[in-house]
T-cell receptor, first 115, second 112 residues
């Protein structure tokens, strides 16, 4: 299994541009998450999904959108990029159900700079 | 989820046991203690979790006090590759899809 993969690894955007961060997992997990991590800080939840077609806001959703059309994919869309969105973005997935440990598995991250 | 308190940084000599403390005095009866770590620039990695009994796996041991108000993560023979930020997180087991609450964690530095 590849686990959780993210593309791109790095990206520089100009203010006002848009982009989509891709996230794919091959573990058949039902839950998926997007976090951001600013320098020297812990991760903050942006959006999450409990299954295909179902998404909900986390702690810091402003400026982002998500969709989940399949179990495997959970793209994060940035509209009108702002310098405050300069951060490292991590996607994660977990399986929840039947008393199974809901360990979250993280991707390698996307480092985004908005200038 | 209950709040946790960890020291910002710790040093440990290579080959020695690294003991990382965590206070969670407001933990509820149905909340577990989880530990994750983040090696520089990588995504966080799950280490171990427990409710009230001590737990051990191939990576580490978790000691939870009897009153459950604090815990210690033990890396028995620390190596340079264990240098990372370690996060102690308290949450309900299978606690829904509302994500993990990460604080600033403890930056563990393993010295050669």
């Amino acid at each position: 299994n590849a686990g959780v993969t993210q593309t791109p690894k790095f990206r520089i955007l100009k203010i006002g541009q848009s982009m989509t961060l891709q996230c794919t997992q091959d573990m058949n997990h039902n839950y998926m998450y997007w976090y951001r991590q600013d320098p020297g800080m812990g991760l903050k939840l942006i959006y999450y999904s409990v299954g295909a077609g179902i998404t909900d806001k986390g702690e810091v959703p402003n400026g982002y959108n998500v969709s989940r059309s399949t179990t495997e994919d959970f793209p994060l869309r940035l509209e009108l990029a702002a310098p405050s969105q300069t951060s490292v973005y991590f996607c994660a997935s977990s399986y929840s159900g039947g008393g199974v440990t809901d360990t979250q598995y993280f991707g390698p991250g996307t480092r985004l700079t908005v200038l | 989820d209950a709040k946790t308190t960890q020291p910002p940084s710790m040093d440990c000599a290579e080959g020695r046991a690294a003991n990382l403390p965590c206070n969670h005095s407001t933990i509820s009866g149905n909340e577990y203690v989880y530990w994750y770590r983040q090696i520089h620039s990588q995504g966080p990695q799950y280490i171990i979790h427990g409710l009230k009994n001590n737990e051990t796996n191939e990576m580490a041991s978790l000691i939870i006090t009897e009153d459950r108000k604090s815990s210690t993560l033990i890396l028995p023979h620390a190596t340079l590759r264990d240098t990372a930020v370690y996060y102690c997180i308290v949450r309900v087991f299978g606690g829904g899809a509302d994500g993990l609450t990460f604080g600033k964690g403890t930056h563990l530095i393993i010295q050669p």
